[in-house]
């Protein structure tokens, strides 16, 4: 074994928490670079946002025979996006950044699109290729910050586990409705 102590003498510790305080969570050991950090995570609250406008049209528009369950659906995922939203904007301020709320370039800065399909099952699509997308592009996230920023991972993690679960919920409607 190294000779190198597991955890800094608390001394240094407390010296150290000291300095800079005015940066609140962001300390010294903070290896991630911030500024990319945030913009990351603009893009994510981005994606979320579209992702509640999307399906609340969904929810709003849903028709048909299967609509009801359906938009139940479609509400409760955009829910869930909202409360990603909200965790990830609280995590840029926790960096010292601002969340970029503004709806001029919110398609643009978001991974995923906004099609509102002519269909229920358009609707199902259009959504399921969003959570696809989130899918993947938060995974890439989770790899990019790695051990530099483990609670925007977490934070990461945690959505993208939901995401999993909206698209699996997706193929089963769709399993559903084209019988």
Known sequence: MADKPFLTDIKTLRERARKHIENGAVTEGYSADRETVIKVLNEALATEIVCVLRYRRHYFMASGINADSVAAEFLQHSNDEQGHADQIAQRIVQLGGEPN??????????????????????????????ERIAIDSYREIIQFLGNDDPTSRRLMETILAVEEEHADDLVSLLGELGK
């Open 101 to 130: 709320l503004n709806p001029e370039g919110l398609l643009t800065r978001s991974h995923a699109e906004y099609v509102e399909g002519d269909s229920l099952i358009d609707m199902i699509k259009e959504d399921l290729v969003a």
